[in-house]
């Protein structure tokens, strides 16, 4: 069975101390893996697609990496208006994602 | 700039009522989706459209139907709302690609209550 596991549930970080978010997965037939972004009270917002394992995107202060068995976000110097719930979502061979529960990430100023 | 729209942000219905949820997407998108979204849990797949009057299951349909009978408009309909249809319900929209997947752009959600 399909499964993504995102750690940690929560995080906690200050104004500038970088640190990153793990999703792992067990998907059979893996096409991709997505990571949206969600601020309270909003539908998610795409970040990033990650097709094949040592592949990597940036965007800002955000930066997505793919294994083949896990994925992170590396947040480096976070600024508060990075506070959101990031989350994961494995393509499945199917064209279906699968998505994890998301990791809450406050950045206090 | 894309927009995905619900018709309603918050909706309080009683058991057994039939609810109908829209969703109204502008960017000439062929697919579209509903999931629902509770505390813990990822976002889960109700049903989803890959063109006109065309539906798919996906892994919670039971409880739910869908309607598209034009390009820009889906809507979830809830036959007879129960109190564990309390959820979060988030519809999307994705441009179709042969043989991909592209990123879907998702609506502000529609918090649902049945009491």
């Known amino acids: 069975e399909d499964q993504v596991t995102q750690s940690p549930e929560a995080l906690r970080l200050q104004e500038g101390e970088s640190s990153s978010l793990n999703c792992s997965y067990t998907v059979s037939g893996l096409r991709g893996l997505f990571w949206y972004r969600q601020d309270p009270g909003k539908g998610p917002e795409f970040l990033f697609t990650?097709?094949?394992?040592?592949e990597e995107k940036e965007k800002e202060r955000l930066k997505a990496t793919l294994t083949k068995k896990e994925s992170f976000l590396h947040i480096t110097a976070p600024k508060p208006e990075d506070s959101a719930t990031y989350l994961c979502a494995p393509l499945r061979s199917n064209y279906q994602l699968i998505w994890g529960a998301g990791t809450k990430l406050i950045i206090k100023p | 700039d894309v927009k995905v729209t619900q018709s309603s942000r918050y909706l309080v219905k009683r058991t057994g009522e039939k609810v109908f949820l829209e969703c109204v997407q502008d960017m000439d998108h062929e697919n579209m989706f509903w999931y629902r979204q509770d505390p813990g849990l990822g976002l889960r797949l109700i049903y989803f459209?890959?063109?006109?009057?065309?539906?798919e299951k996906g892994d919670i349909p039971e409880g739910y139907s869908v309607s598209r009978e034009k390009k820009e408009r889906f809507s979830l309909i809830l036959e007879s709302a129960s109190t564990n249809q309390t959820s979060m319900y988030l519809c999307a929209s994705s441009l179709y690609r042969t043989g991909g997947y592209t990123e879907a752009f998702f609506g502000q959600g529609t918090r649902l209550t049945v009491v």
């Open positions: 459209s890959y063109d006109v009057k065309m539906k």
């Open positions: 990650l097709y094949s394992a040592g």
